[in-house]
């Protein structure tokens, strides 16, 4: 899952738990039943009778199909975009990667960070799993870690924190 032009060389990337598989998944097909619902009753209606002169008839069906198509996909790819989740700790700074289609390595210099904060949906909870979320001075520049151990996280925060506070004293 290297890719040479934007990985560094050499670089041992730590990766997210494999139970975040187990979330993105449950909360695709959560997401997707209700836009399944939401955008399906008009088909059903017009199905079933209720709706009997229900405009263009068949045409009601494809957004629910549309749906349907898309978490499937979202589904079958999560697998390989779990696996493109990763961080690497290095000396001056914190490395992030994602992406499947569209990958990105994202540096995050340890004196420019701000803040550390750490969530857990009610989801990632019933998984032992939490999001730590790095923030910088730069609008728009922050990273965040999905999937992450609860013990992981506490030891991320707290060790990102100490690293960014010893380095921006040296500023």
């Known amino acids: ?12 990337w730590t990766r997210v738990s494999p139970r975040h598989l187990t979330v993105v998944v449950l909360s695709t097909l959560l997401s997707t039943l209700f836009w399944f619902a939401a955008l399906g009753w008009p088909a059903v209606l017009a199905a079933t009778g209720v709706w009997p002169g229900a405009p263009l008839g068949l045409l009601l069906l494809l957004p629910p199909a549309a749906v349907l198509a898309a978490g499937l996909l979202s589904v079958l790819l999560a697998p390989r975009r779990v696996r493109a ?3 690497a700790e290095r000396g001056e700074d914190l ?3 994602r992406g499947l289609l569209y990958q990105r390595v994202t540096v995050i210099p340890y004196g420019r960070m701000q803040y550390v904060d750490v969530s857990v949906s009610p989801l990632q909870r019933s998984f032992g799993l939490a999001t730590v979320k790095l923030h910088t001075a730069a609008v728009g520049s922050h990273a965040e870690i999905p999937g992450v151990a609860h013990a992981e996280a506490s030891r991320l925060r707290e060790r990102l924190t100490a690293r960014g506070e010893a380095l921006l004293a040296g500023l």
Do not use: F
């Open 1 to 12: 899952m290297s890719n040479p032009a934007i990985d560094p060389e050499g670089l041992a």
């Open 85 to 87: 989740i990763g961080y």
């Open 95 to 97: 490395l992030v990667r």
